[in-house]
């Protein structure tokens, strides 16, 4: 349906307004997206846009699928206890509090007996493997493994991933 509402609105060449609550729906349609909250417009781009650089914590949350952690901010940038430090890309000052979203496909597990996170669960889904980790710090995260590695719920894993896939809000 949604392939043929598509080629209907380019053939015809017309704007199609559309509300929905389906998140595929909206990004599969869309050129551009307003996302609300209450009533409040948090952010309008494109669907790409709105994945890969929400304005907020609100809207990565809303679009697709993350890991929203707490972490503080240093002299030295921003920490997460079982994640790292990374540059400070807010305008925060040290000793305050942000919120840093990682993709579950940004992220990579790697088997190590001295690891930052244990995995709870493996999920087969076809050409991943859904996997729940917990970090050292008891958060829970989400993580899309490749399907050949080789993983088993209580193995200790390092968590990596690229510093410039880590938003911060």
């Known amino acids: ?35 609300f909250d209450k009533g409040e ?13 929400p ?7 809303f679009i697709g699928d993350g890991n929203i952690l707490a972490a503080d901010v240093t002299n030295s940038g921003v920490t997460h206890p079982s994640l790292g430090n990374f540059k400070n890309s807010t305008n925060k000052v040290s000793g305050n509090k942000v919120k840093l979203l990682i993709r579950p496909e940004n992220i990579t597990l790697e088997k190590n007996a001295s690891g930052t996170g244990i995995i ?12 729940t980790v917990q970090l050292s710090t008891g958060e829970i995260i989400r993580v899309y493994a490749d399907k050949a590695l080789d993983l088993e719920v209580g193995s200790k894993v390092n968590i990596l991933f690229k510093p410039e896939d880590v938003r911060l809000f």
């Not at 392939?3 to 015809?12: A, C, D, G, M, Y």
């Not at 304005?55 to 949350?61: H, K, L, M």
């Not at 709870?120 to 996997?131: L, T």
């Open 41 to 53: 417009i948090k952010q309008i781009s494109t669907p790409q846009e709105l994945y890969e650089n």
């Open 120 to 131: 709870q669960d493996i999920v087969f889904a076809g050409s991943k493997k859904n996997v």
């Open 55 to 61: 304005q907020n914590e609100f809207v990565a949350d």
């Open 1 to 35: 349906m949604q392939t043929e509402l598509k080629r209907i609105q380019h053939e015809v060449g017309i704007t199609f307004i559309i509300v929905t609550h389906d998140q595929e729906e909206a990004i599969s349609l869309a050129n551009r997206i307003a996302v």
